[in-house]
């Protein structure tokens, strides 16, 4: 049997039943109750507004801090709310809106945010992701130092440069006592690399960015919820 003492799990394309859906694999939500009932420590790893991630992992039973806003926010109950970045991104993602607005749409969540900031493409511009996020990462970089911009296949995030979901992990597991060799994770996103790449046992989704499958330790047979559900069967020795 695989010792993990820890698992990180991204939410969106990871948990859901596939990554063009915000749909929770029921399957997946029943994998991770076993594995908290293993007495393994489960936190979920989010771009998301904290309230989503925390309200989420309460309502699935999970047992370990939640991290949002691309790793710049940590919540645990012992030990409250924990703040990772030091600078907010609302002015170049105002910017952003402003200067691209033909591309952008703005997001309901950013009223919940306290340091990313969130945009998303309109519809008919998605299939050009990514030639539009190196004009707008251009954009940032070069009159914002310190922040820059992600796309998760969801939408972009307007972040500071030096806090991400590695960061996040990183801490957590620090806390915790715990050495990221004993640690898994699963993600689907190239912006899921930066946390899985320091994990003992790190898996992408069968249907991941294919940047993510190159830096991982194991490439799952299942996309989205249903490879959730084979790490853990093989993290618990199924």
């Avoid at 047992?63 to 907010?88: F, H, M």
């Avoid at 609302?90 to 809106?97: H, I, N, S, T």
């Amino acid at each position: 049997m695989v010792r993990v003492k820890a698992l990180f799990l991204d939410i969106d394309g990871t948990l859901t039943i596939d990554r063009s859906s915000y749909r929770f694999s029921l399957e997946a939500i029943a994998a991770l109750r076993r594995v908290v009932d293993s007495g393994v420590i489960v936190s979920l790893v989010s771009s998301n507004a904290l309230p989503i991630v925390v309200g989420l992992s309460r309502y699935i039973g999970l047992n370990g801090p939640v991290i949002g806003e691309t790793g710049s926010l940590v919540y645990y109950d012992e030990w409250g709310l924990v703040g990772l970045a030091t600078k907010s991104a609302r002015e170049p993602y105002e910017a952003l809106l402003r200067e691209y607005g033909v591309f952008l749409e703005d997001s309901w969540q950013n009223r919940f945010r306290v340091f990313e900031y969130v945009l998303k493409l309109k519809r008919e511009y998605v299939g050009g992701a990514r030639s539009i996020l190196v004009k707008l990462r251009r954009f940032v970089e070069s009159r914002y130092p310190g922040f820059t911009v992600d796309y998760s296949g969801y939408a972009l995030h307007v972040r500071q440069v030096d806090v991400d979901k590695k960061r996040a992990v990183l801490y957590i597991l620090g806390r915790l006592g715990i050495d990221p060799a004993e640690a898994g994770g699963v993600g689907d996103s190239y912006m899921d690399s930066s946390f899985l790449s320091v994990l003992g046992y790190s898996a992408a989704v069968a249907n991941a960015d294919d940047e993510l499958k190159e830096c991982v330790r194991f490439v799952l047979s299942k996309p989205s919820g249903l490879g959730v559900v084979e790490f853990i069967d093989y993290i618990l020795g199924g």
